[in-house]
């Protein structure tokens, strides 16, 4: 018998191309007989430490320009709205440190499609708690409890963990699918990660 | 009626992933009704231009060691061959210049692809001119003519003004593909790339 497939789905809330995968995962894992476990991180230590202290995006002009008509285009493509943020890349902090405390429970993936939504079909600060606070209670979650968990010590310590978890497997940018020690980077390897997730299992 | 589609497809004999689209793209093409224009180019000024004076595989050692896993990976998936090059980037300016000058030739296509696979399958110093000299004889052409005219000064600035026009239209890396005012970077859009242009022809 083989084992359930699982693939690991690292993502940032900030990030262009994780708001793609964000919204197309579970219909595909789906499809595919692929658990998914949502790894949410921070991509500003691992830009860092390739030396940059900003998104590539806005670091290489033609690549920032490249990417927002790319972005376009597929989101026609997979029929999702975009308004282009107004502030980019926005904090994703606080959502991380949220998603973080449900990446193994059942509202995961409504609550990063939700705050997704915010940043980059609704143009909302989702760095601010009031924003957070009230995705949270749209999907009928303890917000104030939940938002002072997000800020504990332990809890940002984890995600600094995770964070650091994230450089050690190679990562370099989101989203990220890991299946085994197999990388496979950019919402353009979604549909291959799971297959040979599947394939592998 | 519609004019014929066409499709601009921008390469260097350096580029990992220009390599899986000189190889694929002729197939591709002529399924879908799409002539192809050749248009070799020096990623070096380009990369320069955005402060890399190197691969930015070399460069982000971890984005390296994805690429040479991931090339491996399309290559299996597409049924070709790749024997990691000794040096990487090759130096690809004999090769650019001998392609500028039959780049709307019927031969071009088959110039490319044996110049690839000599760097990305064969493991040959693609800059030797005994090596394109050998594959320029290999398919019927005359070497020493080809080898002198690339060469030549007025060949040499066709080359960098073909590489400033990459720049000016907004290139950042390659393969590019492209169509109108549209630009589609990457191996992984060279099938969106084709289907835009049949559709906006």
Redesign the interface.
Known sequence: MSKQATLDFWFEFASSYSYLSVMRIEALAARAGVTVRWRPFLLGPVFLS?GWNDSPFNI?P??G??MW??LE?LCA?YGLPLRKPSVFPRNGLLAARVALLGQDKAWIAEFAKAVMSGNFAEDRDISDSAVIGEILTRLGLPADDLLAQAGSAGNKAALHGQTDEAGEL???GAPTFVVGK?????N??LE?ALEWAAGHA
Chains 1, 2 share one sequence.
Not at 182 to 186: S, T
């Open positions: 390739l290489y033609p690549k320009r490249y008509r790319d285009r493509r190679g990562l370099f197999e990388l496979f980077w950019g353009d390897r291959m």
